[in-house]
């Protein structure tokens, strides 16, 4: 009883649904890599016509609550605020060993000018440059 196969096996692979699939993830990495925004913050900037293109290390966002008559201080976009005494600390760990130093400041439109100073202070104690984020006219 010799019983024969009338089917036989195929050993090609298509190769048409894995670049459907990498076409997809490449989409989709697209579009949210631009959904992503340094500034978790929302932020009113004052506007400038002069812009810097120097990279910054790090940033400090400076949110101002009018009716609370408080400040609030954000390093790098995070969501939880970091008390003013902490700041200079955060930025050490984070521009130590750069080779320059530097780090922009975002603050709001209301925030009073010693908050930003006083940021400007930490820059000239650690010999760090700074940047003021603007918005372009």
Do not use: C, W
């Amino acid at each position: 009883m010799a019983i024969k196969r009338t089917t036989k096996i195929d050993s090609s692979f298509s190769m048409s649904s894995m670049t459907d699939i990498v076409f997809l993830l490449l989409i989709f990495f697209l579009v949210t890599s631009t959904l992503i925004n340094p500034n978790a913050l929302k932020l009113l900037l004052p506007k400038s016509t002069g812009q810097v293109q120097a990279k910054a290390v790090a940033s400090v966002s400076i949110k101002h609550y009018p009716d609370r008559g408080t400040v609030s201080y954000h390093i790098n976009g995070n969501a939880t605020p970091v008390r003013f005494d902490q700041i200079e600390g955060e930025l050490r760990t984070i521009l130590d060993g750069t080779d320059d130093p530097t780090f922009s400041i975002y603050a709001d439109e209301t925030v009073p000018v010693k908050e930003v100073v006083a940021l400007m202070n930490i820059a000239k104690r650690n010999k760090y440059k700074v940047i003021m984020a603007t918005q372009p006219e």
